[in-house]
């Protein structure tokens, strides 16, 4: 195993003490910034994408909680898109993107020299946008598959955001994944509704 390699390990495996430390503070880094993100976004009448509503969310809320005394203490933790090894016998593929993650050092990613997925994740945010008259259908799909993760890695948070624009008022719940454990619910923030 070359240094990069060696020293990465090291460091994943003085983390794994402190996990129930690192949990709470990542519930408080998700808490805080989606709490923002729904205020500022629930009722203003942007539109976007999937892809558009995790962009911002990641840069205008995610990235200003950055700091050198917090867990995500550099921007290069943060991952848009990026893969996460696959629970085994999920799927072929050995690893699959994911909307939002957050690594446990700067410019890590799930790839050992072997180009095998070994490295794993503090945090997966996946999300699902509802439009009007346009459901997302892989929610379902999608909350298994953190499920199952977070049963095969225990020590990585996952997260469900979930922002329904097809309802009056427009809503944003989080469910919370750990250990195979789901918490349907454990966060939810309402508009006001539409104005006319």
Known sequence: MSGIFKRLNSLLSRRKGGSAMNNTEL???????????????????????????VNRYAFNYLLKLCSPTSIFREPGQLGIEVQVGQPPGYYSKP???????????????????????????????????????????????????????????????????????????????CCRYHAGTEQAGWLRFKGRGRRG
């Open 27 to 53: 519930d408080n880094l998700i808490t805080t910034s989606l709490t923002t993100f729904a205020a500022d976004l629930l009722d203003s009448g942007w539109c976007g994408k999937e892809h558009d509503w």
């Open 95 to 173: 690893a699959a993107c994911r909307d939002i993650v957050l690594w446990p050092q700067s410019g890590m990613s799930c790839w050992g020299e072997d180009w095998q997925p070994i490295f794993h994740p503090l945090a997966i945010l996946e999300w699902k946008v509802h439009r009007p008259r346009r459901r997302n259908r892989e929610q379902p799909h999608e909350r298994e598959w953190l499920r199952h993760y977070t049963d095969w890695q225990k020590a990585p948070v996952a997260y469900a955001v979930e922002v329904d624009l097809g309802c009056s008022p427009s809503t944003l719940t």
